[in-house]
């Protein structure tokens, strides 16, 4: 009984401190861009731009993250799939408007911050 439950502890503690920190296996240039993402997202998400001016700044970035999963950095793959998915909610943020856009933005910002290793936004 004592194994088990140290053994649980282990592994609370494996899954609770794996995602405090940046992807190991990931690029400089992935994890820079997924910054700057974050960044703009936070702007939308604090009515400092428009989520259309948000969409336009995230497009830049389009085609600068290798993202096939065989390449050399794997975790580039989640963070160019976490970009795409802020980009597609902004996109439907600026066509459609409303809070039900903006709360699938800022649970998409989040799910790329927990992916970059960063803290999460309410």
Request: charged share 25%; hydrophobic share 35%.
């Amino acid at each position: 009984m004592r194994k088990l439950m140290l053994i649980m502890v282990i592994v609370f503690c494996m899954v609770t401190f794996v995602g405090c920190s940046e992807p190991s296996d990931a690029s400089k240039q992935a994890l820079s861009i997924g910054n700057q993402v974050i960044e703009i997202t936070d702007e939308y998400l604090d009515s400092k731009i428009s989520a259309s001016e948000a969409c336009a700044q995230i497009e830049k970035f389009d085609g600068q993250i290798d993202h096939e999963v065989d390449r050399k950095y794997y975790d580039d793959y989640f963070i160019w799939s976490g970009i795409n998915s802020i980009s597609h909610s902004l996109f439907m943020s600026s066509y459609k408007g409303g809070n039900e856009n903006y709360e699938q933005v800022l649970v998409r910002r989040n799910a790329l911050a927990k992916t970059l290793g960063k803290g999460t936004r309410k």
